[in-house]
């Protein structure tokens, strides 16, 4: 007989049963809109912002945003209340169900009569079941063990990076070992002459570079790419080689960029070499091809012409053109041993004919480049930017450096600037002497530059007072170089002054190479490399 | 690590407002004291069940009981921390000495051990969250063929062999990841869990203690404690008198009936089947050890520092395009990925080791539960089977001599 | 006592000299005081992880603010996306999804950004701002009011850059300052 209680309880099953169905199949349907996730990585809030940039003052579009925006936030805190609250109801109908099932659960008294014979124990079937259980599982380890091995097999030989101690020794790069374009234990003793003339078999403005007693070369036409070696002491031709892989077209440029003016770098192990119609590849010192890559148009509207950085593993390009709007300037950075991407960030910036440069702030290691209208440093490990300052105008092409605990940037034909890195504080700043193509160099206590009318400025390091002027009748492409205790002045026509840094002008002598020069001289022991027009001259001390 | 100049902006001069810097709140940890309060809840629930199921047989209170566990140690506590997981814990702090193991993590997974040695799974019956919950669910009994069941059973014991392997070597804490009640407990979690969890539940309206049964890694250990304990539940309160009344009062597969009388396999037979399945033990167990460590390199997957090395060479062989957040964090750092695949071999071959040693377990435990199915033990009573009986007390209400201890009517 | 009683004792015993073993094993390094989860703000790559991965509906990692380090710059970098339309709170303006930052003029021009706590879901795009072009003072932090304290914490199994880690209960937050951590 069944009492009210029991009516109860049954209704109690069906009615909380059906209310926890319900609740659950909302909260399911809820589950699927309302995610976090679809609020914070909505695709279509991104696409929306992007309109707004190119449209601002459109505004339906803004109400559009502010709309959806209201959207999804509206749903993911509905969803976060909802799921708050019906959770616990969905609890409680569940404890109603149960209370109310159990109630009307009656279990029938046992009668054995009706239950036959005992089950046999069923052994042997059990040993079947654990055996297939352990075949199951065998089978899982037999999958697992068939999944690809994917780290290498053998211990592979790690290349060690390169001590900096000889990396100093070397002139690496477009600005020498510590891009501040002087060296510090070369010295090229008065008077000088020539050891050696090698001519070089293609055109090209790039710098050479330096590696114990290799000089590296790059040449292009518009048909081959060709990076060279020379031997120092006498001037040889080691090898001349083209870049691996078909070659783009060659851009467009002007006659005083040419077709090679990137200046290679090397490691000590490879070089790295890159051209305007794109190509970048590394050579090992033998010779051979490691690698090679098409990074796509340089397309610059004088030319493309910043030299990559090295940092440890990492080959660093600064690739800059067209207007900072067009989002078209961007950094990357490839592996030195394959030349896969490490990583790749715009930079907001216009053209640019510098090249990047790492120095040591602090301990830590910083990119530093230079384009209308930022100075920007980055973090040479992963691309992120670490400061930036405003304060560059018109074309750039003179590289930072840093001298001491400046950062001196070069806006040209405006002003010379001395920055405190890290910061945006702009320490000094002068018009005087600026500057349009060669780049600053440092001895520690004064800057001297090259303007683009043959005047040599010196100016304090901490303070940017301009301390003397020396104006030549010549014209400089080159970047002014420090080599021990001489800065040299190469002039375009080929003519290198020797001016004794210090206080005040002192020249302490001249010497004609003979030749119309544009890259920046290399200074390398006891020994200088200038890079003409046609020839590479080995230029060395000719006391006795 | 990600070095940034930290400040590029000058801090700040108030000087027309004077304006002061806010300070921020921080929420307070949970005090300690409540967590020795668990402990101690832990403690008093244990001996409760103890006396509940084997002295004052109570199908009542340890339901009272069990209803209690669900909202403390389940809902109030989200379920975490528990008993199952304390497992992984200690394998974890024995076998690397950096973890600094709770010392509420080493009671919660001793105490129960220590009760079970002593008084059977009380435990399982009415103080875990997750087996008092399945319990509370059950509606409908089906019964799980013997066969069945142990063959099922032993996924338990392979469950327990993985998720101590890989504790053990740093590859994660399996049976968090795919506990299916604590979704429930917390009412939120990601849908693959809640679905499982909604499915367990669903199942253990009809099939009993699903979890527990087939699963529960700690249940092993529990049941291997309760199969040497000083006490036992037992069905009948004086002696058993074989009638039958209680055979099918068990939901859970775990009362095993007195023996049959009639015709049983020659000794012969017997014997000689013996004797093939103690030879194929060893051959068991060095299968399961050849098998744990094919398996091994697969194993380390679970570890994050293989898997960034495996990430690193598949981009670096150009296998595979694009890359992920965390291959860009390691080449951040600057390390040459040499050392990185160093490390990721070192943990594989970890992994290859306890991949063998977890073969050698799951080798070893089918082995001799072949053994022991084909050993027949003459069962002269009813009795509840000491590994795998829960102390539910559900089987006392069956037994006329309860009935007449109770004082109430006995069935004809 | 029969032989099948003596043998289950000796198992018995068998079985608490191993769990004292077990015990006297990891009590040594056991930890009295407890453990909590915490994000290490510099090692943080504001990946926006934190936000999904918790086992909670909402996460109960949220973005604190460091006054101290703070620059209150009228564009800020963690408040305003990266080319703001205009500087004002208008939603096309705004990195946080839920505008959970509010801004507050002060002085010129100096501008104060503080949390709204329950709105804030931990997805770190202000801390990305605010770190890769700011004073880098917006970071993310656990809150142990809403932290369950899982065994094992789903987002730092799912951290890329590794930086959720257990600290002790004593010293629960890792907050960023001029100075580096501070507990």
């Known amino acids: 007989m069944s009492t009210f209680l029991d009516q109860l309880a049954r209704a109690g099953v069906l009615a909380a049963g059906l209310f926890v169905i319900l609740l659950a199949g909302l909260l399911a349907v809820t589950a699927v809109r309302g995610k976090v996730a679809t609020l914070v990585n909505s695709k279509q809030v991104v696409d929306l912002h992007k309109e707004l940039r190119t449209r601002p003052k459109d505004e339906e579009l803004k109400q559009g945003i502010r709309q959806l925006d209201l959207q999804l936030r509206q749903g993911t805190f509905d969803r976060l209340n909802l799921a708050h609250q019906a959770g616990r109801a969905l609890i409680g109908g569940l404890v109603v169900f149960l209370v109310c099932a159990h109630w009307t659960r009656r279990p029938a008294a046992p009668n054995p009569l009706a239950w036959g014979a005992r089950r046999p124990e069923q052994s042997r079937l059990a040993r079947y079941a654990v055996a297939g259980v352990f075949g199951l599982v065998a089978f899982a380890a037999v999958l697992a063990a068939l999944a690809p091995v994917r780290l290498p097999d053998r211990e592979p030989v790690a290349e060690p990076p390169v001590a900096d101690a000889e990396f100093r020794q070397q002139w690496p790069a477009f600005r020498g070992p510590t891009g501040a374009g002087n060296a510090a234990n070369a010295t090229v003793a008065l008077p000088w002459r020539i050891r050696w003339k090698t001519p070089i078999p293609l055109p090209g403005m790039s710098s050479p570079i330096i590696w114990s007693n290799s000089v590296f070369l790059t040449g292009a036409t518009d048909k081959e790419d060709r990076v060279f070696r020379f031997d120092t002491e006498t001037g040889a031709l080691a090898w001349s080689l083209t870049m691996a892989g078909p070659k783009p077209p060659a851009p467009k440029t002007t006659d005083d960029t040419g077709l090679a003016a990137p200046t290679p770098v090397t490691d000590g192990r490879r070089v790295y070499a890159i051209f305007p119609d794109g190509l970048a590849g590394a050579f090992d010192f033998s010779g051979k091809p490691v690698w090679t890559r098409n990074l796509g148009s340089l397309e610059n509207s004088y030319g493309y012409a910043a030299s990559p950085a090295l940092y440890r593993d990492r080959l660093l390009i600064q690739i800059d053109s067209g207007d900072p709007a067009e989002g078209q300037s961007r950094l990357l950075a490839l592996d030195t041993r394959t030349g896969r991407q490490l990583w790749e960030v715009k930079r907001p910036v216009a053209g640019s004919w510098t090249s990047p440069v790492v120095v040591e702030w602090n301990g830590q290691a910083q990119l530093l480049t230079c384009a209308t209208p930022f100075i920007i440093a980055y973090n040479p490990l992963n691309g992120t930017e670490l400061w930036r300052a405003p304060g560059l105008q018109d074309d750039c092409a003179p590289s930072p450096i840093l001298a001491g605990n400046v950062v001196v940037a070069v806006a040209p034909n405006n002003a010379v600037i001395g920055m405190q890195p890290d910061t945006t504080n702009e320490l000094w700043r002068t018009s005087e002497g600026v500057p349009d193509a060669s780049s600053p160099v440092s001895d520690g206590q004064y800057i001297y530059l090259l303007d683009p009318n043959g005047m040599l400025s010196c100016l304090r390091q901490d303070t940017g007072k301009v301390v003397w002027t020396h104006a030549f009748d010549d014209h400089f492409y080159a970047s002014p170089t420090l080599a021990g205790g001489t800065l040299i002045c190469l002039s375009r026509k080929g003519v290198a002054y020797q001016v004794a840094p210090g206080a005040s002008y002192r020249e302490i002598g001249r010497f004609e190479v003979g030749e119309k020069c544009n890259a920046s001289p290399v200074p390398h022991g006891k020994r200088l490399f200038v890079r003409g027009h046609q020839n590479l001259f080995c230029i060395e001390s000719g006391a006795q | 690590m990600i070095v940034v100049a930290a400040q590029r902006f000058p801090p700040p001069e108030f000087s027309e407002t004077g304006h002061q810097l806010p300070g921020f709140l921080a929420p307070a940890v949970r005090a300690l004291f409540f967590e020795r309060l668990d402990v101690a809840v832990l403690a008093v629930a244990l001996a409760l069940a103890a006396w509940l199921a084997l002295r004052q047989r109570s199908r009542r209170g340890l339901v009272w009981l069990g209803i209690f566990s669900v909202l403390y140690f389940g809902f109030w506590r989200k379920g975490c921390i528990c008993s199952i997981g304390s497992i992984q814990n200690i394998a974890l702090a024995l076998s690397d000495s950096a973890y600094a193991i709770p010392v509420t993590v080493i009671a919660f997974g001793l105490l129960p051990l220590i009760v079970a040695l002593f008084f059977g799974r009380v435990f399982c019956a009415a103080v875990c969250p997750h087996g008092a919950l399945q319990d509370l669910v059950l509606l409908k009994p089906v019964t799980v063929p013997p066969w069945l069941e142990h063959g099922l059973r032993m996924l338990a014991y392979v469950y327990l062999g993985l998720a101590v392997i890989f504790a053990a070597t740093g590859g994660g804490f399996i049976i968090c990841q795919y506990d299916p009640f604590v979704p429930i407990f917390r009412l939120s979690g990601n849908t693959a869990m809640v679905v499982t969890g909604v499915v367990f539940l669903v199942a253990g309206i009809f099939i009993g203690r699903p979890y527990c049964r087939f699963l529960c890694p700690y249940g092993v250990l529990l049941g291997l404690a309760a199969r040497v304990s000083k006490w036992r539940v037992r069905v009948t309160p004086t002696t058993c008198t074989q009638c039958r009344l209680c055979e099918q009062s068990c939901p859970f597969n775990a009362l095993n009936p007195a023996t049959l009388a009639g015709p049983v396999r020659t000794a012969a037979a017997t014997k000689r089947r013996l004797t093939w399945l103690l030879a194929l033990l060893p051959v068991l167990v060095a299968t399961g050890v050849w098998l744990g460590g094919v398996s091994g390199t697969a194993l380390a997957r679970n570890n994050r520092l293989v898997n960034v090395a495996e990430r690193i060479q598949l981009e670096n062989t150009g296998a595979v395009t694009g890359t992920t957040d965390a291959a860009t964090v390691f080449r951040a750092t600057g390390t040459p990925p040499e050392e990185l695949f160093t490390v990721a071999r070192q943990l594989q071959h970890r992994n290859i080791r306890a991949g063998r040693w977890a073969g050698l377990w799951v080798g070893l435990v089918i082995g001799l539960k072949l053994l022991a199915l084909t050993v027949r033990r003459q069962r002269p009573d009813y009795e509840a089977d000491q590994t795998r009986c829960v102390a539910c007390a559900r089987c006392y209400r069956y037994c006329p001599e309860e009935l007449k201890r109770l004082g109430l009517p006995v069935p004809e | ?183």
């Open chain 3, 1 to 183: 006592m029969n032989r099948r009683d003596f043998m289950r004792g000796a198992f018995r015993g068998a079985g608490l000299i191993g769990l004292s073993g077990v015990l006297a094993g990891v009590i040594r390094r056991a930890n009295a005081a407890g453990s909590v989860w915490q994000i290490d703000p510099w090692k943080c790559t504001a990946c926006g992880r934190c936000a999904t991965e918790c086992v909670l509906e909402q996460s109960a990692a949220k973005c604190v603010h460091s006054f101290d380090m703070c620059g209150y710059c009228q564009l800020c970098t963690g408040y305003f996306e990266p080319q703001p339309n205009k500087l004002n709170t208008a939603a096309e303006n705004q990195l946080c999804p839920t505008g959970a930052i509010k801004r507050q003029f002060i002085e010129d021009p100096y501008y104060e950004y503080t949390i709204d706590e329950p709105l804030c879901v931990g997805c770190s795009k202000c801390v990305k701002g605010c770190t890769m072009f700011g004073n880098g003072s917006l970071h993310l932090q656990i809150r142990h009011d809403r932290c369950v304290n899982c065994n094992e914490c789903s987002i730092a199994r799912a951290c890329p850059a590794d930086a959720i880690h257990r600290v002790p209960a004593a010293q629960p937050y890792l907050f960023k300052s001029r100075e580096g951590h501070v507990g």
